[in-house]
């Protein structure tokens, strides 16, 4: 049973390390300080280097993520923690990494 106004989790068990905003993948990081947890199902309260996104709130459900990836993407992607940004990177290539229900509304009940 679905209810239209329920908000769609932004769990991440089958990409735990990423964050669902901008695509960073913190698997440089131990995991309890990846983006919801080991198992990508419990936030962690962490702040993303990279789009400054708090774990937990801007990125607690999908429509979140979308929301907050448009203001960072607006914004020219600057990175919150700018001595973190690698030498060359690419924002293009760090969001082509994010799974399809991160980029796009899933589909809801037809009526
Ligand atoms: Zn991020």
Redesign the pocket.
């Known amino acids: 049973m679905t209810s239209e106004n329920a908000p769609d989790p932004a769990t991440r068990p089958d990409c735990p390390s990423l ?6 993948d913190h698997r440089p990081l131990p995991a309890e300080d990846w ?1 919801w947890g080991p198992d990508g199902t419990l936030a962690s309260f962490e702040m ?6 708090e774990f937990g709130y801007q ?1 607690a459900t999908l429509a979140a993520c979308r929301r907050s990836r448009r203001i ?1 993407t607006e914004a020219g992607h600057p990175w ?1 923690v700018p001595s973190a940004r690698p030498p060359g990177w690419n924002p293009s290539a760090q969001l082509a990494a994010l799974p399809l229900r991160a980029c796009q509304p899933s589909p809801g009940p037809q009526p």
């Open positions: 964050c669902l905003v901008c695509g960073l983006p993303c280097d990279c789009c400054g996104s990125d960072w919150s």
